[in-house]
């Protein structure tokens, strides 16, 4: 399902996009002996405090949001459904609720090279259902994933990984994630009750991600009550308007 957001709001997210993970990957000789260290940096590096964007004669505000959470241990999750996090993506009306979510879950690695045996299965794991999961490998040369999918498939050995497999974070977030080419609709995790939301012939899951980040984007102020609000300033108007030439 296309995300039905007007251009202006799209493009300032992906620039937020493009710009932490760039900041990201230039801090990545600070991070680069530990994955989950690198994916916390991330994190802070996509961090966006509310934004106010005004389109469609509509406002809209919103923001990104890191959250990390304990997963070292016997009960972590990535050893159940092999994934480290999730970047997930919510649109909501002031007036009516949620009104669409999607999410990706990822596995992380660190200058992924020659055949990976644990992330092998970390990757089959991440194939159902369908489209719902992506490999990150971080390394000095820059940030690219791939789908779950073609780790699967390549057994875990990135180099039997096609090229045209892989492709920058900052393109993976900033087009095809905005654009629902990658992730899924109605995947999403709740922190609060740690619970991660499934397509409807799947059941929901408690789980505890280590790493949650979540771009929240709310229409606040919709075209109908802007036009309302003008159509009342502007009967104001006329009535001081008026008020003055009685005055007079």
Same mark, same amino acid.
């Given at each position: ?25 230039? !801090? ?8 989950? &260290?690198?994916?916390?940096?991330? !994190? ?16 809209? &505000? ?11 241990? $016997? ?80 057994? !875990? ?48 899951? $408690? ?14 102020? !919709? ?24 005055? $007079?």
């Amino acid at each position: 399902m296309p995300l039905n957001l007007p251009n202006e709001v799209i493009a300032s997210i992906q620039q937020s996009y493009l710009r932490g993970v760039a900041a990201a990957e230039k !801090g990545y000789i600070y991070a680069q002996e530990d994955e989950d &260290v690198v994916t916390g940096a991330l !994190g802070q590096a996509l961090l966006a405090e509310d934004q106010v964007v005004v389109a469609d004669n509509a406002v809209y &505000v919103w923001r990104t949001t890191y959250q990390k959470f304990r997963g070292r241990g $016997k009960n972590a999750t990535e050893k159940i459904l092999g994934a480290d996090g999730i970047f997930q993506l919510e649109v909501l009306s002031s007036e009516t609720g949620i009104l669409f979510r999607k999410g990706v879950l990822f596995q992380a690695k660190n200058r992924w090279q020659g055949k990976d045996a644990k992330l092998k299965e970390q990757a089959d794991l991440l194939t159902l259902p369908e489209g719902i999961g992506i490999i990150i490998d971080y390394s000095d040369a820059g940030f690219v994933t791939c789908s779950a999918t073609a780790a699967s498939k390549a057994n !875990g050995d990135r180099r039997n990984l096609p090229h045209d497999e892989l492709e920058g974070l900052s393109e993976t977030l900033s087009n095809q994630f905005l654009y629902c080419h990658k992730g899924l609709e109605n995947v999403f995790y709740e922190p609060e009750t740690r619970t991660l939301h499934l397509p409807a012939i799947f059941r929901p899951l $408690k789980r505890a991600y280590r790493h949650v980040f979540t771009t929240k984007v709310i229409e606040v102020l !919709g075209s109908v009550r802007i036009r309302r609000i003008e159509q009342d300033n502007a009967s104001i108007s006329t009535n001081k308007g008026l008020g003055r030439k009685v005055l $007079k």
